[in-house]
C-alpha cells in the first residue's frame, strides 16, 4: 500500500533561468487564455463548451508544435487538465444546487505547469525541465535535497509565489510498516477540534491530551499587520490617482509589499504544517488508529465579536 506526498522546494536560478522558468508560466497562462478564448467563442454560437480533456488535447494536437514558445506538449495537456478539472467540479457543484459555483473565466497570467514521471530528469540536486523540441535544455538547481527517493517521485509541478520559483515534487511513498502490537489501533480513536487560537486540541484514550499552542501564528499576523499599516502610511501621498502611472518609487514600494506578502504566507503555512505534524507525531506515539476531525466550515461566520472573528486560527485555512 503506498500513498502520495507532495514537497515543495525552492529554486536557485540564474538570470537567464529564471526569464524562461517565467516563459514557461506565460505560456501556460497563454494556453489557459486560448480554451478560454475558444470557449466564448463557442458560447456566442450557442455551441456546447469545449471542456472534456480529451476535447481539448485534440484541439491542442491541430495547433501544432511551437504554438506555445518553449512549453511542450505534456506540460500544455497538464494546463488542459488543470482547467477540466475546475470546469467539472464548478459543474458538479452547480448541480449539487450550489449557485456560488463559478466556472473558470478568469485569465491568468501565469499558470503551474507540471510534468509526469518520464519526461523529465533529477541528478543529485539539478533537474531538467521539459521543453518543446528544438529549445535548449532547462536544467535548475534545487535549494535542498529532495526529501523522497528520485525513484519513488512521480511528477513535478512548476509553479512560482511572491516572485519565487519553486517545484512541487510529488513522490509515491509506502505506508509505514511497524511491528505487531506497536503499530495503530483502529479501535482507538482520538477527536480533534480546529480552533480559532490554537490549531489543533486532540483528545485521545485513555485520557491524553495535546494542546497545540497558535500564539507564535497569531503573533505573526498582528505584527504583519501593524508592518502593513505602517507601510501604506509612509506611502499614501505617494499613491497613484486612478489611471496614473506608478513613479519608480510607488512601483518599488509595490514589489516590496509583493514579498512580504510572500513571506507572511509561507511562515503562516509553515507553522501550520509544523502544528500538524506535531499532531501526527503524538497520535502514532498514543497507538491512534482513527482521527476525528470536526468542521470549522461556518464558525468563523457567527457574529460572535471582533476577537473571535480575527480569523488568525486553523478554522479559516481548514474551512
Not at 535548475?140 to 535535497?145: C, H, I, K, W
Not at 511528477?155 to 513522490?171: P, W, Y
Amino acid at each position: 500500500m503506498v500513498v502520495y506526498r507532495t514537497a515543495r522546494v525552492g529554486l536557485r536560478v540564474t538570470e537567464g533561468q529564471r526569464r524562461r522558468c517565467f516563459g514557461l508560466l506565460r505560456s501556460a497562462g497563454d494556453v489557459w487564455a486560448c480554451v478560454l478564448e475558444v470557449n466564448a467563442w463557442r458560447r456566442r454560437r450557442q455551441d456546447s463548451p469545449l471542456a472534456g480533456y480529451q476535447e481539448l488535447c485534440r484541439q491542442l494536437a491541430a495547433s501544432g508544435p511551437g504554438t506555445f514558445g518553449d512549453l511542450d506538449s505534456v506540460g500544455a495537456r497538464s494546463v488542459l487538465r488543470r482547467f477540466s478539472d475546475a470546469w467539472f467540479a464548478a459543474a458538479k457543484r452547480r448541480k449539487a444546487g450550489d449557485a456560488t459555483a463559478r466556472f473558470p473565466r478568469r485569465r491568468r497570467a501565469l499558470v503551474p505547469v507540471r510534468w509526469y514521471q518520464g519526461t523529465f530528469t533529477i541528478i543529485g540536486r539539478r533537474v531538467r525541465i521539459p521543453t518543446a523540441k528544438g529549445s535548449p535544455a532547462l536544467w535548475v538547481r534545487l535549494a535542498r535535497d529532495l526529501p523522497y527517493p528520485v525513484e519513488h517521485i512521480r511528477s513535478i509541478t512548476l509553479g512560482h509565489e511572491g516572485g519565487r520559483l519553486f517545484l512541487d515534487v510529488t513522490a509515491e511513498v509506502p505506508v509505514a510498516a511497524y511491528p505487531p502490537g506497536e503499530g495503530p489501533d483502529p479501535g482507538r480513536v482520538a477527536g480533534v477540534d480546529l480552533g480559532i487560537i490554537h490549531p489543533y486540541a486532540v483528545a485521545g484514550p485513555d485520557g491524553q491530551g495535546l494542546l497545540v499552542s497558535g500564539r507564535a501564528i497569531r503573533a505573526e499576523h498582528r505584527m504583519h499587520l501593524a508592518d502593513t499599516k505602517g507601510r501604506r502610511r509612509a506611502v499614501a501621498r505617494r499613491a497613484p490617482k486612478p489611471g496614473q502611472k506608478g513613479s519608480r518609487r510607488w512601483r518599488h514600494y509595490r514589489r516590496r509589499t509583493r514579498q512580504v506578502e510572500g513571506r507572511h504566507r509561507r511562515r503562516v503555512r509553515q507553522a501550520h504544517h509544523e502544528a500538524a505534524k506535531t499532531v501526527i507525531t503524538w497520535a502514532v506515539q498514543q497507538r491512534v488508529g482513527v482521527l476525528r476531525v470536526g468542521d470549522p466550515r461556518g464558525v468563523l461566520d457567527v457574529p460572535a465579536g471582533r476577537r473571535h472573528t480575527c480569523g488568525c486560527g486553523s478554522g479559516r485555512s481548514a474551512g
